[in-house]
C-alpha cells in the first residue's frame, strides 16, 4: 500500500511539474521593426491571451520603456513565400501531394494574403512574386518535377530574405518543403543566413517529408527554429492536412504593437515585454544608424513602397530631402520567465508534492530498518517457546527410560 501511495505521489508531482512548465508558455514567432514602430508576433501555446488589454501590458527597449499601442489578434495580411525542393530525394508523391495542397490553400486564402513561390535544386528559380492568380500558381507548380541532383538550400533562402526586402511592412511568412540542409550553396553559410533571416524579420517554417533521415531532420529542425518556426512532418496521403494547420497556427496569432519613438542608440537593443502576470519575454531589436534623427520622421511621414525605397523618388522635392531609413527586422526566439503570481502559485504546488514524496520515502526507509531490526529478537523468541514445549530428550528407545546392560559373566 505504502509503495502505491509513494507512487502516485511521484505521478502527480509529475503532472503538476508539466502543467505549470505547459501552462505558461508565449511561442513568439518573429518580431518585424520598422523604427520607431515594433511588432511582435505570439502564439498562446497555453497561455490565454483573451482576458488581457493592451493597458495590462509593457515592454521596454534596454530597460526605457516603450509605448503600447495594440494587443490583439493578428487579422492582417501574410505573404506566404513557398520554397520547394525539386531535388530528386524527394519522393514524387510527396511532391504532387504538396503541389495540389497549395493550390487549395491557394484557392481558400484570405483576401489580404499573397504567394510566391521559389523552386530551388541545382539552381533556384522565382516562379510567382505574390498576387498571381489561382490560374498563374497552377500553371507553375504543374511542370515541376523532382529530378535534380543537388539542393542548393542556402541561396533559395537567400533569395526569399531578398523578396522580404521588397515587400516593405508586410507580415512575411516562409515555408520550405524539402528533406534537410543538404546544400550545393556557392558561399553562403547557414550562419550567415541566419543572420540575414533575423535582421529581416522571417519566419521560416518547414514541411520535411517524413522518409528524411534522421539526423538530416535534426539539422533541418535546428535551422528552422532558429528562425522562430516550427518544422512538420508530412506524407503523400496528409500534406493537405499538415500545411492546414501551419496556416491555421499563423492565423491564430496574436500581434503587439509598440512605439519606441523615445528610445535613442544605434546596434542591437534588448526588448523585455511582460504580458501582465502571465509571462515575459526577450528579444533582440535591430536599431538604425542615427536612429535619434529619423525617428521623427519615420513616424511623420508615409512609407512608399519598399521597393521604391532604394529609388530616387520621382517628384519635384529638392534633393537634399532626407530619405526614410528603414531598419532590419528582428526575429529571436525567446526565453520565458516565471510569472508573478501564478508561477508562485505553482511553485508552491509542487515543492508541496515534492515535500510529500520525500517524507513518504523518509517514512518507508524507516519502517524497513524497524521491521529487519525486530525479525531477529522475534525469530529468537519463537524459538525459546518452541523449545520449552518439547519433552527432554533421552537416549534412544524413548523419552526418560533408561535401559542398563550387565555382563552375566
Known amino acids: 500500500m505504502l509503495r502505491r501511495i509513494g507512487a502516485a505521489l511521484l505521478v502527480l508531482t509529475a503532472l503538476l511539474a508539466s502543467l505549470a512548465s505547459s501552462a505558461l508558455a508565449v511561442a513568439v514567432e518573429q518580431v518585424q521593426t520598422q523604427f520607431p514602430k515594433i511588432d511582435v508576433y505570439v502564439y498562446e501555446d497555453g ?11 509593457s515592454a521596454a527597449l534596454d530597460g526605457k520603456s516603450v509605448t503600447v499601442e495594440s494587443f490583439a489578434p493578428s487579422d492582417e495580411g501574410i505573404f506566404y513565400i513557398f520554397l520547394l525542393d525539386i531535388s ?3 519522393p514524387a508523391a510527396h511532391f504532387n501531394a504538396v503541389k495540389q495542397a497549395i493550390l487549395t490553400m491557394r484557392g481558400g486564402m484570405r483576401a489580404q494574403d499573397r504567394l510566391a513561390v521559389i523552386a530551388f535544386g541545382d539552381k533556384v528559380r522565382t516562379l510567382l512574386t505574390g498576387g498571381e492568380s489561382l490560374k498563374a500558381v497552377s500553371a507553375a507548380l504543374d511542370p515541376l518535377v523532382c529530378t535534380d541532383k543537388t539542393t542548393a538550400f542556402y541561396d533559395a533562402m537567400n533569395a526569399a530574405a531578398d523578396l522580404v526586402l521588397k515587400t516593405g511592412n508586410e507580415r512575411c511568412v516562409a515555408v520550405v518543403v524539402s528533406d534537410g540542409i543538404n546544400t550545393a550553396s556557392g558561399g553562403m553559410t547557414q550562419e550567415q543566413l541566419e543572420t540575414k533571416l533575423r535582421q529581416n524579420g522571417v519566419a521560416v517554417n518547414a514541411l520535411c517529408v517524413d522518409t ?14 532558429a528562425s522562430g518556426g516550427e518544422l512538420y512532418s508530412f506524407g503523400g496521403n496528409n500534406a493537405g492536412t499538415v500545411l492546414s494547420d501551419l496556416t491555421g497556427r499563423l492565423n ?15 546596434g542591437t537593443a534588448q526588448l523585455h515585454v511582460n504580458f501582465g502576470k502571465l509571462a515575459s519575454v526577450d528579444a533582440d531589436v535591430s536599431l538604425p544608424a542615427a536612429q535619434t534623427a529619423t525617428a521623427a520622421t519615420a513616424a511623420s511621414v508615409t512609407e512608399p513602397p519598399a521597393a521604391q525605397l532604394s529609388q530616387p523618388a520621382q517628384t519635384s522635392a529638392p534633393a537634399t530631402e532626407p530619405e526614410v531609413s528603414l531598419p532590419m527586422p528582428e526575429t529571436e526566439t525567446v526565453r520565458e520567465e516565471p510569472p508573478s503570481l501564478l508561477a508562485d502559485f505553482s511553485v508552491i504546488l509542487i515543492m508541496g508534492a515534492v515535500l510529500i514524496v520525500l517524507l513518504t520515502a523518509v517514512f518507508l526507509i524507516l519502517y524497513r530498518i524497524r521491521r529487519k531490526s525486530a525479525e531477529p529478537k522475534h525469530e529468537k523468541v519463537k524459538k525459546e517457546k518452541k523449545e ?8 534412544k528407545g524413548g523419552p526418560g527410560v533408561h535401559f542398563i546392560f550387565t555382563d552375566p559373566s
Do not use: M, N, R, Y
Open 88 to 90: 530528386g530525394s524527394i
Open 252 to 266: 491564430e496569432g496574436w500581434v503587439l504593437g509598440l512605439d519606441a519613438s523615445g528610445c535613442t542608440g544605434t
Open 212 to 225: 528524411a533521415k534522421p539526423a538530416d531532420v535534426q539539422k533541418f529542425t535546428d535551422f528552422i527554429h
Open 388 to 395: 520449552k514445549k518439547k519433552p527432554p530428550k533421552g537416549p
Open 47 to 57: 497561455t490565454d491571451f483573451s482576458a488581457l488589454a493592451a493597458s495590462d501590458v
